[in-house]
């Protein structure tokens, strides 16, 4: 097997175009390369927007203050996909993700300035739109290195770090197979929906042929703040989410808690983060014909101002030891947030980066409604320690955990390098 | 819903009512009644009385222990019971009863169905609600914690039954069984839920306990001996069903069988026990609680996974929600226009969902299989539990936070 040398893309390879214009697109100018792309080139030059770099020690998208909108997808390798192809559509990806975070379109042709025998590069949707803040985030799924009957087919088996494999049963599981898992995931976060949309749309399109979506879920409203310039977003119970959330201005949480380092596992994964993804469906009928006094006992929190039942402001340290006047516990035993607090999971945290989502409506006529967790930590330990810490968790009787995945996300990638490079080395 | 329970019995400290003057005594209609007493009998002198303070002269001629119960015209909510009546004795008990159709039954050794059971008619007038609420709480109480030791007198010996005919390979016999022993223990589960550990070894569904590392036993452990799952198929959690599992040996059997009973036989000793109590609260939690139950884990088929029998655990919730309400509605009726509008909404809610799920079957005559019920009728279902669900939900704001 021949290992390709570490390049640049500069473009996007034949087999993406093949997968935007067919056979006939000898005539598109390819683009000008990744470091080009980097220069803000706002449609209109008006967008007052932010744009952050793509490339870099990590990845964006993760300690990146918490964007408004999500578009995810997972994807399965297709049939007969060989490792170049592989590395062909990780750097095909990073070339099209390094023009997108920068709000290009995806190539230079783009949406307009194409042949116009051909189909265009781009979708066009995000025409005219700012980068919107847009981050792309890639990760590797257990399933990339062996599929579930033990087959090696990128020649990758023995690189796979030991920590990456399927979660296990957890309480209050109810996954439907059809929204778990998957070979690649990609994280789209934007403050536009559209922008966010745009980008996973772009990258499928680019993939046909050797990748394709297994699932995929849109997001709004941000469900953490992942820095203190943030205020605290709620989600569908109506409570604020993420308080006590790892923010990005602590970098020494971050650093402990959040980044692969190194002797961690296998040297490619050093300076990434492993990344979970559950969705949790609310039974939001059942939650909102309860008290106020439950809803608060069982989150451990004020609904108005989010404090800590043992009392004080939003950022006030719970104290669980505290008591009430006839000897109760202020914040009780099984409430969410004395069994997700460090003190409980023997330290460990998580990053939080969910967003709400509402997919409709179920057969029963009931939203189908509920937080799209994703987290991402040093190591799946901290989520499987979390996670136990939460089998008696008061706040189970209304909720389900529907779709469940886990990915290594690989460091950033330099400006001549890709994604993922370092797995192929 | 097993917070409920823990949040409102710590909360209920804080109940302030409204005392008033003393109970406005009725006019008690007349001699006394008797009843006579045998194992298996109950003969109650008059079928029919005058409303008012109701006089009981109650002698067992049996060989045991016997209880006198007054049962609502729903068979199941008690309205007065007068419990341990040794044999030879002779006893007076006073009822107070307004207009209406009620049940007189027994139960021999306070175990078990209740034996002779008898249409007992109230007529007359409605004496006024009594105004006096610490009265009428103290007797929903009362009549509350009598029904839960009624129900958990019925569930032991029909588990009893149930795990005889599992631990022996009599399947057939303990599928026929299953479902109904069920019952009174779905009417009173958010009791059950309350204390912590038992609930999970009776009622816990083999994905719950597999995630929280518990051994899993009870019923529904029994249960997927009793209708295996055939190649391929999934548990509720979206795995396959032979993960960690493997049919029961015989030995196996026995301990599941033995466990339930002494689980079951561990509940009963706790609701019989001299300090067991409930809250106000705690009922008219319960009864929104149950119906979350249905809502939750009975209208998506997941509560009998294996033997589709979940319309008959959805029907038990009613009923047991029913009869939580139908023990503070009065309470709730004294609320002024708002309560009295309350109660008559539940009340509605209740009969459109009683009557849809007679389309199903009966308690008697057995409920359809759970998965020959159409994504629309489900709909239909989960609808009307809704429906009921909203008003049911004021209940306890109405009873506890409302002056009249």
């Known amino acids: 097997m021949t290992e390709p040398e570490e390049t640049a893309p500069t473009g996007l ?89 920068a709000g290009q379109e995806v190539t230079e042709g783009g949406a307009v300035d194409g042949s116009p025998l051909a189909p265009p590069d781009d979708t066009g949707e995000a025409l005219g739109l700012p980068a919107s803040g847009l981050t792309i985030t890639f990760g590797f799924g257990p399933t990339l290195f062996t599929t579930d009957d033990g087959t090696d087919r990128f020649g990758i088996a023995a690189k796979k770090p030991d920590l990456l494999a399927k979660l296990p049963r957890f309480s209050g599981d109810a996954l439907r197979p059809e929204s778990g898992g998957g070979d690649l995931c990609i994280q789209a976060c934007a403050d536009d929906p559209q922008v966010a949309v745009h980008a996973i749309r772009n990258l499928s399109r680019i993939a046909f042929g050797r990748a394709s979506i297994r699932w995929s879920q849109l997001g709004f409203g941000r469900t953490s703040s992942t820095s203190t310039a943030q205020v605290t977003p709620r989600n569908l119970f109506g409570f604020k989410d993420g308080t006590a959330n790892i923010k990005a201005e602590d970098p020494t949480t971050v650093k402990a808690q959040v980044w692969v380092a190194e002797g961690d596992g296998p040297e490619w994964m050093t300076g990434g983060s492993y990344l979970v993804t559950r969705k949790i469906r609310m039974i939001i009928e059942a939650w909102d014909r309860t008290q106020l006094q439950e809803q608060e006992n069982v989150i451990g929190r004020s609904k108005g101002e989010g404090a800590p039942l043992s009392g004080g402001r939003e950022f006030t340290e719970p104290e669980f030891a505290a008591t009430g006047a006839a000897g109760q516990e202020l914040i009780p035993a099984d409430s969410h947030v004395l069994l997700a607090h460090p003190t409980s999971t023997g330290g460990a945290q998580l990053l939080r980066r969910g967003y709400n989502f509402v997919d409709g409506n179920d057969e029963l006529g009931r939203l189908d409604a509920g937080l799209f967790f994703i987290s991402f930590q040093r190591s799946p330990e901290q989520f499987i320690a979390v996670q136990k810490n939460l089998a008696r968790d008061a706040l189970n009787e209304y909720i389900k955990h529907v779709g469940s995945a886990i990915f290594a996300v690989p460091p950033g990638a330099t400006k001549n390098g890709y994604v993922g490079s370092g797995l192929f080395a | 819903m097993r917070n409920r329970i823990l949040a409102a019995a710590a909360g209920a400290g804080a109940l302030a009512l409204a005392l008033t003057g003393c109970v406005p005594n009725s006019t008690a209609g007349g001699a006394a009644l008797t009843v006579a007493i045998t194992d298996d009998t109950c003969a109650v002198s008059e079928a029919t009385t005058a409303a008012g303070n109701v006089t009981f002269s109650i002698t067992n001629n049996g060989t045991d222990v016997n ?77 509350y914690i009598s029904y839960i030791k009624s129900q958990v007198a019925e569930l032991v010996p029909q588990v009893q039954a149930f795990a005889d005919a599992y631990a022996t390979g009599d399947d057939d016999t303990a599928r026929s069984l299953f479902a109904s022993a069920r019952v009174s223990y779905e009417r009173i589960e958010p009791t059950a839920e309350a204390f912590g550990d038992l609930d999970p070894k009776i009622d816990y569904r083999e ?32 795995e396959s069903a032979f993960l960690d599992w493997a049919p029961s040996t015989d030995e196996e059997r026995q301990a599941y069988a033995d466990g339930l009973v002494t689980d079951v036989q561990q509940l009963s000793d706790l609701v019989n026990a001299k300090d067991f109590t409930v809250s106000l609260a705690d009922i008219s939690n319960g009864a929104i609680g149950l119906l979350d139950e249905v809502a939750v884990g009975k209208i998506s088929g997941e509560e009998d996974w294996w033997s589709h029998t979940d319309l008959y655990d959805f029907y038990a919730n009613v009923q047991g929600a029913e009869v939580a309400f139908g023990n503070v509605k009065d309470i709730a009726a004294g609320k002024g226009k708002e309560g009295a509008a309350l109660v008559k909404d539940i009340e509605t809610e209740f009969a459109a969902l009683e009557g849809l799920l007679a389309q199903y079957g009966s308690l008697d005559s057995g409920f359809a299989d759970y998965s020959t019920v159409t994504e629309a009728q489900r709909k239909e279902l989960s609808d009307q539990v809704n429906a009921l669900a909203e008003p049911l939900s004021n209940l306890t704001h109405t009873v506890l936070g409302l002056s009249e």
């Open chain 1, 13 to 101: 390879s034949r087999r993406g175009l093949l997968g935007l214009v067919g056979a006939g697109a000898a005539g598109i100018a390819l683009g000008g390369g990744a470091a080009a792309a980097i220069a803000l080139n706002t449609p209109n030059g008006v967008g007052v927007s932010t744009v952050y770099p793509f490339f870099g020690d990590h990845q964006a998208g993760i300690t990146t203050p918490a964007q408004d909108r999500l578009h995810f997808a997972a994807y399965d390798l297709s049939a007969g996909t060989t490792r170049d192809d592989l590395i062909e559509l990780l750097q095909d990806w990073t070339y099209a993700a390094a023009r997108l975070t």
């Open chain 2, 207 to 238: 994905v719950d306990a597999v995630a929280e590392g518990l051994d899993w036993t009870g019923f529904h452990r029994i249960e997927k001996d009793l209708w295996p799952p055939a190649e391929g198929a999934l548990n509720s959690d979206g």
């Open chain 2, 67 to 143: 209880e006198f119960e007054i049962l609502a015209d729903d068979k199941l909510r008690i309205v007065g019971e007068k419990e341990n009546v040794t044999p030879g004795q002779t006893v007076s008990y006073v009822a107070q009863l307004g207009p209406g159709t009620y049940y007189t039954a027994c139960k021999f050794q306070l175990i078990g169905a209740p034996t002779g059971v008898a249409e007992f008619t109230v007529t007359g007038e409605a004496s006024a609600v009594s105004a006096d609420e610490q009265a009428l709480t103290d007797q929903a109480v009362t009549n």
